[in-house]
């Protein structure tokens, strides 16, 4: 099976805290996997060193055998949890910005996603509502022809309708071939989208399955394990 992403013994200590401790787990092409885990417990951490943005301070990521630094980044597209826009920018200058930094920007599936995002060129970023402005940061990640998708909180704080939108964007528009990485802590509106989960606690792994194991082998729903093992937190 192909590999898309491997993740071995990660640890990442900020000074003397450690954020994430000895991080191990593998990913396969035409995988949405979900990165669960309570506040603090290293999803961003984990996103950031995926996507070559922070180093971790032991072990190895690559992503298709490319370890993770500058060759890396052209098969890795990120959705930070911040907008990547300028105050200035109307949403076609956005998509030109994408489009200048990164050769892998498909314009016509930029255009058939701002379309089903009900978002126009003309519009100004800075009076888009945040769900709108979501839509937009997942059209600029997810017009690139990249390998994985790394997606922090793609759906924090928006209503139920523009969840909804989202997500159906995100099954609509991804390819088959490459793999999506999400964050979130809203699992019971997202858990229908998952092949896989990763549950990650305190800076450590404690879970990654298949969703459909857990349904037939624990006979519970990702928002049940999920309550079960964060209880505490
Ligand atoms: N730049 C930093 N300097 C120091 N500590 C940091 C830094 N970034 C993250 N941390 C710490 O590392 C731990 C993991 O943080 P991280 O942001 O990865 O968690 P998270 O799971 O994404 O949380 P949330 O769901 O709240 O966004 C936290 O204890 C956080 O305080």
Redesign the pocket.
Known sequence: MDRILQVQDVTKK??S?H?LRGVSFGLSAGKIVGLL??????????MKLIAGLARPTSGRISVMGVPVGEPSKSLVSFMP?RPLTESWMNVGDALRFQQDFYPDFDPGKAKRMLEFMKLSERDKVRTLSKGMGERLQLTMALSRRAKLYIMD?PIGGVDPVARTKILNALMEFYEEDSTILL?T?LVTDIERIFDEVIF?KE?ELVLHSEVEDLRLQRGKSVDELFREVYAEC
């Not at 885990?37 to 984990?46: E, I, Q």
């Open positions: 900020y000074g805290k954020a885990g309570s506040n603090g417990s290293g999803k961003t951490t984990l949890d909180e964050s802590h990650i800076g």
